[in-house]
C-alpha cells in the first residue's frame, strides 16, 4: 500500500471555495424554517376556527330555546335565550332562512337556520343550520359548518 507523502495541506482558495459552497447550502435550507412556522400558525388558527364553529354548532343544536323557536308559529323577534351558550346580538329572517349574528373571540358569527324542514330526510322535523366564522378584521369567512337542528 502506498503512502501519500504530499504534505502541502489545502490552499486559501480551496478553504474560501468550500466555505462559501456551505454558506449557500446552509442558506438554501434555513430559508425553510420561518416558513414552516408561518404554516404551522395558520393552521394552529384555522384549527381553532373550525372546533369554535363546531361548538357554536352544538351548542344551538342541543339548545331547547332554538327548538321552541323553530316549534312557534310568530317568528318576528327572535328568540330569548336561557342558555348562556346560545346568545345572539341581531336577528334578522327572509322567505327561506332565519339570521342570526354575534360574536366569540376574535370571530364574528353568522348563523343561519332554514325555515322549513328538510323534505329529504326520513324525520321531517329538521332544520338545517349553518354557522360560519368571520374574520373581524377582514370579514373572510375563516371556517363553516353545518348541521341539523331536531324539533
Known amino acids: 500500500m502506498e503512502i501519500i507523502r504530499n504534505e502541502k495541506g489545502v490552499t486559501l482558495i480551496e478553504v474560501l471555495a468550500s466555505i462559501v ?35 357554536i354548532l352544538i351548542n344551538w343544536q342541543e339548545s331547547s330555546d332554538v327548538k321552541w323557536f323553530l316549534v312557534k308559529t310568530d317568528h318576528g323577534t327572535g328568540f330569548t335565550s336561557t ?17 342570526f349574528e354575534t360574536s366569540k373571540d ?17 324525520l321531517s322535523s329538521v332544520n338545517s343550520i349553518v354557522v360560519q366564522l368571520l374574520n373581524k378584521k377582514n370579514g373572510s369567512v375563516i371556517s ?8
Open 144 to 151: 363553516e359548518t353545518f348541521g341539523y337542528v331536531k324539533r
Open 21 to 55: 459552497l456551505l454558506s449557500i447550502i446552509f442558506l438554501s435550507v434555513i430559508r425553510f424554517f420561518p416558513q414552516m412556522g408561518l404554516i404551522n400558525n395558520q393552521n394552529e388558527n384555522k384549527t381553532e376556527a373550525i372546533n369554535i364553529a363546531k361548538e
Open 106 to 122: 376574535i370571530y364574528n358569527v353568522h348563523i343561519k337556520i332554514k325555515k322549513s324542514p328538510e323534505t329529504s330526510s326520513r
Open 83 to 99: 342558555d348562556p351558550k346560545v346568545v345572539y346580538n341581531k336577528f334578522n329572517f327572509d322567505d327561506t332562512y332565519y339570521y
